[in-house]
């Protein structure tokens, strides 16, 4: 068959791959000059630092079946994401402290030498909010978990400033546990597998599309009118974008990157977050440390900012609140009555997706489509249900 795939970043690529090596002939375009989508990394001529062009990559997971697929294309070397965040403690003075909050947080942020057990009695019995009975929103619950002080260093400017909302606005769900450990342990990922490709995700994604099957179109721009021509699309692309935004825009949180060069060491490591909302920034990366088997004199650094994506900006963040929801199930409908064409990956199906999410989803797509394929069936527009 003569696919064509729409995005030449992890879904892209993966699904393109596995096409390729069932005998197929794939097309991969992409409207950017480079491949890897969001995930695109490039190292920066003056100092050397692979960067994270579209903000910081960190891979991690359970599925040992992508684990094992991303190792067949890059040499990971063993990254664990220690974020630190800079914010005010009860008494107003700015400080660092270790995120996600854990026991050291805790003892740092009250002055305070507690062990397991005393932390969780101080903060489930002293500091929790338990007039909260039944918490409705993003705030209440956090008031109910972590109490006041707590909510308003680590929580409550942070989400403004990314979500540009209060977390009033938002609904309980996004808490569902109480967010705190009582232990020294300050890897921000609990999965089994973490990891960063030795020579950045762009190489990764190249080797995965090296393949004689696959041909590669960069600064191509596809239209939907190009669907006939081929015997299927897997289309990466933003959803609204297929159908021109004719029932409207699916909104999202785009990113802004104030990039800066420093000699030596800026901040001492990969992420430092700014909690108050006084801050403009959501964070600082410095992209080096994402690299420490490296060594650069130089230093390149993002200062972050998240506002909401006007017509033109890069799509990063779905906000999927009740109102997008809505919409969301009306183009839904719409790419259920198209033929030929199959919506795929983060902007496809407009949700957020981590890579190996992607990549399990892209390998699923791909032997669904195959099976499909064998029974005589079409194959329908989303392996994965949007909604
Ligand atoms: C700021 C940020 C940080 C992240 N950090 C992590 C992390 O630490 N760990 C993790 O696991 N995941 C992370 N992710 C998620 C990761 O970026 C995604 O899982 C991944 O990029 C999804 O790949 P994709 O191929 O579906 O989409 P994309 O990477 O967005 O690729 C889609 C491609 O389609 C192209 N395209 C769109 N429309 C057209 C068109 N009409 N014609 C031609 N080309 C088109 C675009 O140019 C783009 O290159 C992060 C995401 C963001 C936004």
Known sequence: MNILNVGAGLSGAVIGRHLAEAGHQVTVVDSRSHIGGNCHTERDSDTGVMVHVYGPHIFH?????????????????????RVKTTSLDPEGRRGVFSLPVNLHTINQFFGKTLRPEEAHAFITEEQADTTIEDPQTFEEQALRFVGRDLYEAFFKGYTVKQWGMHPSELPASILKRLPVRFNYDDNYFFHKFQGMPEDGYSAMIAKILDHPGITVKLETVFDRTQTDQYDHVFYSGPLD????????????????????THQGDYQGCAVMNYGE????????????????????????????YSRAAEPGDIPYYPIRQVQEKALLSDY?????QTAGVSFVGRLGTYRYLDMDVTIR???????????????????PAFFTAPL
Not at 279 to 288: A, S
Not at 332 to 336: D, F, G, N, R, Y
């Open 61 to 81: 997971t359970d599925d040992s079946e992508v684990w094992d697929y991303v190792n067949r294309f890059a040499t990971f070397l063993p990254y664990k994401n």
């Open 241 to 260: 974008g297929y159908f021109d935004y004719q029932l409207g825009r699916l909104g999202y949180r785009t990113l802004d990157f104030e990039r800066f």
């Open 277 to 304: 909302e006084s801050v403009p920034y959501t964070r600082i990366t410095e992209h080096k440390h994402f690299a420490p088997w490296e060594s650069h004199e130089g230093s390149v650094c993002y200062r972050e």
């Open 332 to 336: 839904v409908a719409l790419a259920e």
């Open 361 to 379: 989803e892209a390998l699923d797509t791909a032997r669904g489509f195959l099976a499909a394929r064998e029974q005589d069936t079409q194959p």
